[in-house]
């Protein structure tokens, strides 16, 4: 775990004491509402997490440490607990809540009982189905020659990868029933225009430009990370941009980690050392300094904001880093949010459908 002092604004932001960067996109409250009594946003946040403590309890449950059921049941019952206690005082636990106070007393109380990755293993599972795949999805990308309709596909692939969220408790129950199909789910995403579609604009730039650095905050594992994001790096990578992930320090839900992603870019290489013949001494993998499915961008790690200060395009991907968090967030250079909507509070919040899709692209001149 990153110390206090590690942590540094990330650079690209538009001094964000200044533009009053607030990480949380939703507002649980606003000034005039009773400190001591809960909004109904609160409410239904906590209500949110509550609904997601079996599909946890039942990872935890099988995670290889000892006693796993009696810790997993304690896990559950202290984090009901905690929750409860924000229902009756907001302020309590640190309140009053949001989505990252919320996700990072989850992750606390795990830790505390000795869980240290308790979606490891449906991660390895579901990296090595991806990592068998990623050729054939490479192979139909670039088989479009018309540069536009490559990049739609790459997007779409960005979105069908996203829906691998163990993190969204409908899409948990729908995954350990019949798990994902990439390309069924690639074929599958709700029509455009999406509730809020930028995607023609950046089809328009992206014919006419090529940014020099991207950084680039990935999401989860799987088809998420290989089948939807390094398509697209590599396609970036292929025009001439260097191209920086990052990724979490720790691990949380079902996301990747910086060590993770090291060991799946060198199983992806080809003989050459290349992403299915694509260079990639321009591709660099770091380390947010982040521990949870969301980020707050005024604390990231030195070696990201170091990496990322000469960028041009900064990309936030996935719910919890490009929706939930950062969809408002201003920066200094382009800048691009992509993610799929998965909870119902989300839909409404921006007016759309469950499973509809963010593009939001931002241009600064």
């Known amino acids: 775990m990153e110390t206090a002092s590690e942590m540094v604004a990330f650079p690209l932001l538009t001094t964000p004491i200044e533009s009053n960067y607030r990480a949380c996109t939703i507002p649980f409250r606003f000034p005039s509402d009773n400190p001591r009594k809960p909004t109904p946003t609160e409410l239904a946040w906590i209500d949110l997490f509550l609904n997601s403590i079996p599909s946890f309890k039942k990872r935890a ?20 607990e905690i929750l409860e206690d924000l229902k009756k005082d907001p302020e309590s636990h640190g309140g009053p809540p949001d989505c990252i106070l919320l996700c990072r007393l989850r992750e606390q109380v795990l830790r505390e009982l000795g869980f240290k990755d308790i979606f490891k ?22 088989a479009f020659e018309d540069e536009g309709k490559r990049l739609e596909n790459l997007v779409r692939g960005i979105f069908a990868g996203n829906i691998f969220d163990l993190g969204s408790a409908q899409l948990a129950e729908v995954f350990s029933k019949d798990g994902m199909s990439f390309l069924a789910s690639c074929q599958n995403l ?18 006419k430009k090529s940014w020099k650095k991207a950084v680039i905050f990935v999401d989860n594992s799987g088809a998420d990370i290989i089948l939807g994001i390094l398509p697209f790096a590599r396609e970036l990578l292929r025009r001439g941009t260097q191209v920086v992930l990052a990724a979490n320090d720790l691990p949380s839900i079902n996301d990747i980690t910086y060590p993770e992603l090291i060991e799946i870019i060198s199983k992806l290489k080809d003989n050459e ?16 300094g982040n521990d949870l499915p969301v980020i707050d961008l005024s604390r990231v790690s030195q070696e990201i904001a170091y990496l990322a200060s000469d960028a041009d395009l900064v990309i936030t991907e996935g719910m919890g880093r490009g929706i939930e968090t950062n969809l408002y967030a201003q920066f200094k250079c382009d800048s691009l949010k992509i993610g799929m909507v998965k909870h119902p509070e989300v839909a409404q919040f921006l007016g759309g459908r469950l499973y509809d899709c963010v593009f939001k692209y931002n241009e600064v001149l």
């Open 273 to 288: 050392g290349k992403l299915k013949g694509v260079d990639i001494s321009n591709l660099f993998i770091a380390n947010s």
């Open 190 to 207: 709700v029509p455009r225009p999406w509730v809020i579609d930028d995607l023609d604009a950046f089809k328009l730039k992206w014919s």
């Open 61 to 80: 449950e099988t995670d290889a440490v000892d006693d796993a059921p009696a810790r997993a049941e304690k896990f559950a019952q202290r984090y009901s």
């Open 121 to 142: 293993k449906v991660k390895d599972e579901e990296n090595a189905k991806a990592i068998s795949l990623f050729e054939n999805v490479v192979d139909l990308s670039d």
